[in-house]
């Protein structure tokens, strides 16, 4: 089976933080991806935290309290020192910002073959793992087929409500 990392942009869009259509876009996105199968890097955790407290004007605890959901909702990622030291050789290698490098370090260090992000260039491949813009009109096709083997998991699962 396919796994995927989620980059913070999806769950802070999910959040509301970029409007209505962009909060439905990723809450459906989420809800259509299978939880064992989708993992979030610790490291957007805290991104998400800032995000929600600096840029949406949350106070600490709600931010606090989102955080902690999406915490729960699905598997996460520690950020280990290996790959902070992979990520470090990611961005002088390849001009990125060390969150980012760290978030898809992170990816690549639980064997994702996916990372789900706007903010990295759709496309971009590192250590096996594929950027992919899940907002994008033409959706990579890996992504489609993790959304498919979520979908038919709903058929026979419950799926746990936010």
Known sequence: MISAAIDTNVLAYAEGTNGAAKQQAALDLLRSLPPEYTLLPAQTLGELFNVLVKKARWSRANAQRAVL?????????????????A???LASDHQLGIWD???LSAAADADCRLLLSEDLQ???T????????????SPH????????????GLAHTPRRHR
Do not use: Q
């Open 101 to 103: 490098a760290i978030v």
């Open 87 to 89: 990520a470090m050789d």
């Open 126 to 137: 590192w250590s096996g793992v594929t950027v992919a813009n899940p907002f994008a009109a």
């Open 141 to 152: 096709p890996l992504l489609s087929a993790l959304c498919r083997e979520g979908l038919a």
């Open 69 to 85: 959901t999406w915490g729960d909702a699905f598997p996460l990622i520690e950020t280990s020192s290996s790959v902070v030291l």
């Open 122 to 124: 759709d496309g971009f």
